[in-house]
Structures are given as structure tokens and as C-alpha cells.
């Protein structure tokens, strides 16, 4: 891996913290050039809250039911974020619409479980993506790695990986399948960001050879 200082990482995260853990397990074997420095979550009891608190990285719970506006909501994300000068935000299982200041439109990450742009859009998550994949009879699927700007799965695309689909899959036996594929994904695109390797133009992003 190349040496590069490490970046600050603010997760935004929705439920069990798989992706959050990741990303801890790989950040402390020295394999991943990033610090998670604060955390947010859009539910108080999932395990991914706690899975936070236990690295003692600071977790805040801001819930869309405790906005009556999108942009209040929007802004105190924002406002934690600010705080914790972050250089990167990843969204770990992030259910929650926000808008996405300018100046963070190339600082924030998502991971979709499906190859982008299918399978994607407003209420493909989860199971909702495998079900549809299989649905469709597709032969392969995998995950997509995206910057997010302010429309559903529309970033532009970092990397994907891909897996087969199996003919006896159920959405549970793909989700697991691609679920290995996000855990390699998402940390190279993280450190591909560390390294400055990634130069978005227009709707496409390239990666730059290592220095």
C-alpha cells in the first residue's frame, strides 16, 4: 500500500455497522490509510451504534423524525461533519435522503449492492436490490462504489466488483455473496481517495496510475 497520511472518515451509517467494522478492522492492520472520527446514525438501536461507541469514536443520532424539514435535517448532518473537519464521508447502509452541500459533492461515497445504474433509484436497498436481480434472471451481480451527489444512485462511479449469481439464490445467499465483494470495494476506493487517485470529469471518474 502506498504511504500516504491518513484521511479523516465521518461514516453515515443506518444499521448493523458490517461496513463500519470493515472499515475499523482494516484501518488498524495498517491496511487502510483513513481514521473514522466521528460517526452519525439515523437510528438509535442499531448495532452500529454501538459497534462505534465500543472504538470510543464519537456517535451522533440524527433521525429524520426529529426534522419536520429535509434541510434541517441536511444541516445537522452538516454541522457534525463541519466539526469533525472530515476529509471523506462514507455512507455504511445510510437509508436517509440529504442534501449534500457543493463543497462535499466530491467527499462523499456510497456503496450500492447491485451493478450500477441497474438496480438502483429511490427504494432499491437491501433485499429490495437482490430480489430484483433475481427477478430479472441476471447471471451476475455485484456492487457499485459511487460519489453521491443529490440524486438516488446517480454519482458518478468509482469501481464495481462483480460475483455470480447462482441458479438456487435466494435474496438472503446473493446478498452474502455480494456483501464479500463490498468489503474488498469500498476500502480500495477509500484508499484509492487517500491516495488522490481518483479525478472526477463530468459524470465520470478515472483512476490515476500510483505515483
Given at each position: 500500500?502506498?504511504?500516504?497520511?491518513?484521511i479523516?472518515?465521518?461514516?453515515?451509517?443506518s444499521?448493523?455497522?458490517?461496513?463500519?467494522a470493515?472499515?475499523?478492522?482494516?484501518?488498524?492492520?495498517?491496511?487502510?490509510?483513513?481514521?473514522?472520527?466521528?460517526?452519525?446514525?439515523?437510528?438509535?438501536?442499531?448495532?452500529?451504534?454501538?459497534?462505534?461507541r465500543?472504538?470510543?469514536?464519537p456517535?451522533h443520532?440524527i433521525?429524520?423524525?426529529?426534522?419536520?424539514e429535509?434541510?434541517?435535517?441536511?444541516?445537522?448532518?452538516?454541522?457534525?461533519?463541519?466539526?469533525?473537519d472530515?476529509?471523506?464521508?462514507?455512507?455504511?447502509?445510510?437509508?436517509?435522503?440529504?442534501?449534500?452541500?457543493?463543497?462535499?459533492?466530491?467527499?462523499?461515497?456510497?456503496?450500492?449492492?447491485?451493478l450500477?445504474?441497474?438496480f438502483?433509484?429511490?427504494?432499491?436497498?437491501?433485499?429490495?436490490?437482490h430480489?430484483?436481480?433475481?427477478?430479472?434472471?441476471?447471471?451476475?451481480?455485484?456492487?457499485?462504489?459511487?460519489?453521491v451527489?443529490?440524486?438516488?444512485d446517480?454519482?458518478p462511479i468509482?469501481?464495481?466488483?462483480?460475483c455470480?449469481?447462482?441458479?438456487?439464490?435466494?435474496?438472503d445467499?446473493?446478498?452474502?455473496?455480494v456483501?464479500?465483494q463490498?468489503?474488498?470495494?469500498y476500502?480500495?476506493?477509500?484508499?484509492?481517495?487517500?491516495?488522490?487517485?481518483?479525478?472526477?470529469?463530468?459524470?465520470?471518474?478515472?483512476?490515476?496510475?500510483?505515483?
Open positions: 500500500m502506498t504511504a500516504v497520511k491518513e479523516r472518515l465521518g461514516v453515515l451509517l444499521g448493523s455497522g458490517r461496513t463500519l470493515n472499515i475499523l478492522k482494516l484501518a488498524a492492520a495498517g491496511q487502510l490509510s483513513a481514521q473514522v472520527v466521528t460517526v452519525i446514525s439515523s437510528r438509535s438501536t442499531v448495532k452500529g451504534v454501538q459497534i462505534a465500543d472504538a470510543s469514536i456517535c443520532i433521525r429524520t423524525k426529529d426534522y419536520s429535509v434541510d434541517d435535517f441536511s444541516a445537522a448532518i452538516v454541522k457534525v461533519l463541519d466539526a469533525a472530515v476529509d471523506l464521508i462514507v455512507q455504511a447502509g445510510w437509508l436517509c435522503y440529504w442534501k449534500i452541500p457543493d463543497r462535499y459533492l466530491a467527499q462523499v461515497m456510497n456503496i450500492h449492492p447491485a450500477l445504474p441497474s438502483g433509484g429511490k427504494g432499491m436497498w437491501g433485499h429490495h436490490v430480489e430484483a436481480v433475481l427477478a430479472a434472471g441476471c447471471k451476475v451481480s455485484g456492487c457499485t462504489v459511487h460519489f451527489n443529490n440524486e438516488y446517480e454519482g468509482i469501481l464495481q466488483r462483480t455470480e449469481v447462482a441458479e438456487d439464490d435466494d435474496p445467499t446473493l446478498a452474502a455473496r456483501f464479500e463490498e468489503c474488498i470495494a476500502p480500495a476506493a477509500i484508499q484509492l481517495f487517500a491516495e488522490n487517485r481518483l479525478q472526477i470529469t463530468n459524470t465520470r471518474v478515472k483512476v490515476l496510475p500510483s505515483p
